[in-house]
């Protein structure tokens, strides 16, 4: 059964990075559309980048905008995100997701059948 695995998460004072991973264990031949969402205690999960397996143009969304690189490492099946100048309200659970559809790849969660469990990143003032 396909699993996405997250690790990197942790607690970072306000303006330190963090490198997020996602490892996949999703077998296929075509490419396919992974993405990190986050979700912060009483809030909706929100997208904050997505990308195509083996491509370089990835889509972010407002709250991955400028401090926020999306990455990947195909040979290792590994999904990456950079997080620098973190701030205390980007404290929430990331997850890695996957959509295997062919569709447009953004983040709409609702397009990804595959999740991970999170990891937990806390940004402390």
């Known amino acids: 059964q396909a699993e996405l695995v997250e690790s990197g998460g942790g607690s970072v004072q306000a303006g330190g990075s963090l490198k997020l991973s996602c490892l996949s264990s999703?077998?296929?031949?075509?490419?396919?559309?992974m993405a990190w969402f986050r979700q912060a205690p009483g809030k909706q999960r929100e997208g904050v980048a997505a990308?195509?397996?083996?491509?370089?143009?990835?889509y972010y969304a407002s709250s991955g905008k400028g401090r926020f690189t999306i990455s990947q490492d195909n040979d290792e099946n590994t999904l990456y995100l950079q997080m620098n100048s973190l701030k205390p309200e980007d404290t929430a659970v990331y997850y890695c997701?996957?959509?295997?559809?062919?569709?447009?790849?953004?983040?709409?969660?609702?397009?990804?059948?595959?999740w991970g469990r999170g990891t937990q990143v806390t940004v402390s003032s």
């Open positions: 997701a996957a959509d295997l559809t062919g569709g447009y790849c953004y983040t709409e969660p609702s397009n990804f059948g595959y």
């Open positions: 999703i077998k296929t031949a075509s490419s396919y559309c």
């Open positions: 990308i195509y397996t083996g491509s370089n143009n990835p």
